[in-house]
């Protein structure tokens, strides 16, 4: 496990699948993450697979590869590549393993950097291979709701900015798996910019948000004076998720660069539908900045 700390915050990052599993607040002595058995994660990353694929797997010029839901990274060992008092990333290389999965030479990055206002989470993915990378990357952190046991999950919002008059989500499908439908629907419990938070809204499931200009999700309370901030900038959609029917006290906010499979035949790794591309030797990288109150 590694530790981080600063005077605010002091934050846990286990090595296994490079999960943040504590982020502390020192002056009020509580987390903002999750951690309880009604969901046994608490921050996990997604790659190179965001969801369900059809069959849980996927093909490359025709030749099926497996593919765990949310890819494989979460079941990998990084190792620390950087450290100091208050930063660590961690690396995952390409191996015979990941290539079971994955057929391509590859090392991906997560860096944790805490500040004064909270904590930045950085990916960089690099393409070691001689041929283009397709690939989706997700951030999947839960908080706890209601923040520091103050007040309850219908206390609280979420500030969406810029606001837009309107937002739309994928349905997605519980049978035979989670999957999307194909068809839209309207993000429930949204007026002018702000979400009303209760589990209802969460009944069918995952709501995926197409983000075209979301800059922010804010989550907060007039019940506390602390609030969660997630940029999202980086991100082509934006997840909200919490255990359905568990009246769980917990919010996934979730930046996604891919999308799961419309339910159906299996499809080509190339042309999978919201997957970024990379190209030979080349390096992309996302940032989603944590901002705490």
Same mark, same amino acid.
């Given at each position: ?89 961690? =690396?995952?290389?390409?191996?015979? /393993?990941? $290539?079971?999965?994955?057929?391509? *030479?590859? &090392?991906?990055?997560? +860096?944790? @950097? =805490?500040?004064?206002?909270?904590? /930045?989470? $950085?990916?960089?993915?690099?393409? *070691?291979? &001689?041929?283009?990378? +397709?690939? @989706? =990357? ?156």
């Amino acid at each position: 496990m590694q530790k981080i700390s600063n005077d605010r915050f002091s934050a846990e990052i286990d090595e296994h699948g490079a999960q943040l599993t504590h982020l502390i607040n020192k002056q009020g002595g509580f987390d903002y993450i999750w951690n309880n058995d009604i969901w046994e994660k608490h921050a996990p990353i997604l790659f190179p697979a965001i969801g369900r694929s059809n069959d849980d797997a996927y093909l490359i010029n025709g030749k099926k590869y497996e593919m765990p839901q949310h890819g494989f990274v979460a079941d990998f060992d990084f190792v620390v590549a950087e450290k100091t008092d208050s930063a660590v990333s961690l =690396l995952l290389k390409s191996s015979d /393993a990941t $290539k079971k999965y994955y057929p391509f *030479d590859f &090392d991906f990055k997560v +860096s944790f @950097s =805490l500040s004064e206002n909270g904590l /930045a989470v $950085k990916f960089d993915v690099k393409n *070691d291979d &001689d041929q283009n990378l +397709s690939y @989706s =990357l997700g951030y999947h952190p839960a908080f706890n709701v209601p923040i520091n046991g103050e007040g309850t999950f219908d206390d609280y919002r979420l500030d969406i900015e810029p606001k837009t008059d309107s937002l739309e989500t994928y349905e997605i499908v519980k049978k035979p798996n989670p999957y999307r439908s194909g068809k839209i629907e309207q993000l429930p419990n949204y007026e002018n910019g702000t979400v009303k938070l209760d589990h209802a809204m969460f009944e069918k499931g995952l709501l995926i948000i197409e983000n075209t200009g979301i800059k922010s999700v804010k989550l907060y309370s007039k019940e506390t004076k602390h609030a969660v901030t997630v940029d999202v900038s980086d991100f082509d959609h934006i997840t909200l998720w919490t255990k359905e029917g568990a009246n769980a006290p917990f919010l996934c906010i979730e930046g996604f660069n891919g999308l799961p499979d419309v339910y159906g035949d299996l499809v080509e790794l190339g042309s999978k539908e919201g997957n970024h591309h990379l190209d030979a030797k080349a390096t992309r990288s996302y940032e989603c900045d944590i901002k705490l109150d």
